[in-house]
């Protein structure tokens, strides 16, 4: 069975540039979530879909940020431009009705 | 506003020895609280939960205890093995709605079992 993918695993950018973080869910799940990990503000909910629709954008920073989930398969976050402020560990987590949350790998944003 | 405290960052034990690690809680609409594992360079992976109906949930190893008064849950792991040494995340959601599908995590307690 395969897990949340996401990719890529690591990216290095430089600060201005566009970022664009994707995330496979778990086939069959119908909610994905976008999580931000740093030292600062711990693990921090960015925003959620259930069946393709954003739910809850409360936790998306600011405008630079965005996400999209086109189809039940696919999910970008969308920073444009980054800033070195943005690097993080950035998590997408799915699920199938009240079942617990499953977490991908992360990608490792730095900006510099 | 932190809602979710795990207020040890770390703790050390023996193996076979019994870990508690402990998380409170002030938001009283939360019902369900779960426990995440990390190992470095992964995602969370879900441990086990509890619903605010009960006071205690057991698969194997790890049990979680629920103190509803107390807005305190702990998680023991029995015995403890070096391979439970990871980050543990207690996490809480709200009644139905949007807010049940919303979790809310502590700050992690680092793990670390010694052989």
């Known amino acids: 069975d395969a897990g949340v993918i996401q990719s890529p695993r690591h990216e290095v950018t430089e600060m201005g540039q566009e970022v664009t973080l994707r995330c496979k869910p778990i086939?069959?799940?119908?909610?994905l979530f976008w999580y931000r990990q740093t030292m600062m503000r711990g693990l921090e909910l960015l925003i959620y879909?259930?069946?393709?629709?954003?739910?809850?954008d409360s936790g998306m920073p600011e405008d630079r940020f965005s996400a999209k989930m086109p189809n039940a398969s696919f999910s970008t976050l969308k920073i444009q431009p980054s800033e070195p402020r943005d690097s993080a560990v950035y998590f997408c987590?799915?699920?199938?009705?009240?079942?617990?949350?499953?977490f991908g790998p992360g990608t490792r944003l730095t900006v510099l | 506003d932190q809602q979710v405290k795990q207020n040890s960052p770390s703790l050390s034990v023996q193996e076979g020895r019994i870990s508690i690690l402990n998380c409170d809680y002030t938001?009283?609409?939360?019902?369900?609280f779960l426990w995440y594992k990390k190992y470095p360079a992964e995602g969370p992976t879900f441990l086990i939960s509890?619903?605010?109906?009960?006071d205690k949930n057991e698969d194997g190893r790890f049990t979680v205890f629920l103190n509803k008064s107390a807005k305190h849950l702990s998680l023991h792991i029995v015995p403890s093995q070096p391979g439970d040494s990871a980050v543990y995340f207690c996490a809480a959601s709200g009644r139905g709605g949007t807010s049940g599908s919303r979790l809310t995590f502590g700050e992690g307690t680092q793990l670390t079992v010694n052989p």
């Open positions: 879909f259930n069946n393709n629709v954003p739910i809850d």
């Open positions: 987590a799915s699920k199938l009705g009240g079942l617990p949350q499953y």
């Open positions: 086939s069959g799940h119908n909610s």
């Open positions: 509890i619903s605010s109906i009960k």
């Open positions: 938001n009283s609409m939360f019902d369900y």
